[in-house]
């Protein structure tokens, strides 16, 4: 009974091709997030997605697209990889903020570890 | 503008050793909290500990305890007799009820090494 979960855990690609990341969560949060964590261990927002809405979008290029179809999901597809994506991608999810729920912590799933090549 | 500064970037001690991680916060709201994660090198995050802006009292969980001091804007985290497996990076977080739309702001993680 996984919380978070995220698929793959491990993605190694070629520069220029296209991948995507799935995320679940069974906790019937509202709120969801991408973060992205460097080589150096920095933690930075990528998304965030409030029921299905779009509300925070770092600046980010457009290369990444995140979907939410429902509010248990939030992927992440990447178009033409770059060498400087390679990280891991850590799908997050809390209560929902907008409805007061800021002390909420993060939900993290495992983390997915991309290597472009 | 929020902001969260870990000025340790590493930390090396040994065994039963007490260690103390700092957490320095900025942030203009005066309802705001603040988290500390655990990530250990198997490589996933953990929550610790939530505080709010309004509780300053200290908290001791087993060997952990933490001290939210808003004078100095601090939420400093000691470890009491370190062990091996205390050794992770840990990072402090901070979330505000009007700015960032929730968005938890990290510090830059703190490396702590227990060596044995």
């Known amino acids: 009974d996984t919380a978070v979960s995220q698929t793959p855990k491990y993605l190694v690609t070629q520069m220029g091709n296209d991948k995507s990341i799935k995320c679940e969560q069974n906790l019937g949060h509202d709120t969801m997030y991408w973060y992205k964590q460097d080589s150096k261990k920095f933690l930075k927002i990528m998304f965030s997605y409030n029921n299905k809405e779009l509300i925070i979008n770092e600046t980010v290029p457009n290369r990444f697209s995140p979907k939410s179809p429902d509010k248990a999901h939030l992927n992440l597809h990447i178009n033409s990889l770059e060498l400087g994506d390679s990280a891991v991608y850590f799908c997050a999810s809390s209560r929902a903020w907008d409805r007061g729920y800021v002390d909420s912590p993060l939900h993290f799933g495992n983390g997915t570890r991309l290597t472009v090549t | 503008a929020q902001k969260v500064t870990q000025a340790q970037t590493e930390i090396s001690v040994v065994e039963k050793e007490d260690v103390t991680l700092d957490c320095v916060y900025e942030?203009?709201?005066?309802?705001?909290?603040l988290f500390w994660y655990k990530q250990p090198p198997s490589g996933e995050l953990v929550f610790l500990i939530r505080r709010n802006s309004f509780d300053e009292q200290n908290e001791i969980s087993g060997r952990y305890s933490w001290n939210f001091q808003k004078s100095t804007s601090s939420f400093n985290f000691t470890i009491t007799a370190s062990q091996v497996v205390d050794s992770a990076v840990y990072f402090c977080?901070?979330?505000?009820?009007?700015?960032?739309?929730?968005?938890?702001?990290f510090g830059d993680g703190t490396t702590l090494t227990v060596k044995p």
């Open positions: 977080a901070l979330s505000a009820t009007n700015t960032n739309a929730g968005k938890s702001t």
């Open positions: 942030t203009r709201d005066t309802t705001y909290y």
